[in-house]
């Protein structure tokens, strides 16, 4: 099967095998930890993280008995810089009041979706909040965000692809990938 890459995708940062490993890796690091807590929550946040909250669930050992909720919360919009405004579009179905939740997050960039939930969940009286990231991008934190299991270090770059968008294109990417320059071009500052 020939795979086409699309339009305004310079480059691949890490592709499907890269993706697949660190995901095995944060399962076996999650897979310890929570050895004497079973039933963790893991608790997704739509859109980005769909598919590594999907992948993320199904490499843990089932002895784990994971169980998924999502959340939706958005601040960027059609831009490729944040609003700074975090704003929760979709709540969780259940309650997490005595559980052991673990936020998955597809990306932390300047910090701020992942406190903003930290702050949220945390207020609802949780066994115990962490977090598990894939994507950490260290180099423009506005806020601090205590980031618990961390997949790859990403280059300071806009990233696309495994479930990030770019005016809500290029989720459906099996690899994560940098945009050609041209593409924020209309962008205003
Ligand atoms: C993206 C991403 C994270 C957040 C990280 O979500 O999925 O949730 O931004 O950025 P930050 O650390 O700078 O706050 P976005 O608001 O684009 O919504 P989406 O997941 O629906 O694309």
Same mark, same amino acid.
């Given at each position: 099967m020939t795979s086409v890459t699309p339009e305004? /995708?310079? @480059? /691949?940062?890490?592709?499907a095998d890269e993706i697949s490993k660190a995901v095995a890796r944060l399962a076996g690091a999650i897979a310890r930890d929570y050895a004497t807590d079973p039933s963790v929550l893991l608790v997704g946040v739509l859109k980005g993280a769909l598919f590594f909250t999907a992948d993320l669930a199904r490499a843990l050992p089932p002895s784990l008995d994971p169980r998924i909720d999502f959340l939706a919360v958005t601040s960027y919009g059609n831009a490729s810089r944040s609003s700074g405004e975090v704003r929760l579009l979709k709540d969780m179905s259940e309650s997490i009041e005595g559980k052991h939740v673990l936020i998955v997050e597809d990306i932390v960039d300047n910090g701020l979706t992942l406190s903003y939930l930290q702050d949220l969940l945390g207020r609802?009286?949780? @066994?115990s909040l962490r977090s598990c990231v894939l994507l950490d991008k260290p180099y423009r934190r506005r806020v601090d965000a205590k980031v618990d299991y961390t997949g790859l270090v990403c280059p300071d770059t806009f990233v696309v692809g495994y479930g990030l968008d770019y005016q809500e294109k290029y989720r459906n990417l099996p690899y994560l990938a940098k945009l050609e320059p041209w593409v924020f071009a209309g962008e205003v500052e």
């Open positions: 305004g /995708i310079e @480059a /691949i940062l890490f592709d609802r009286h949780p @066994a």
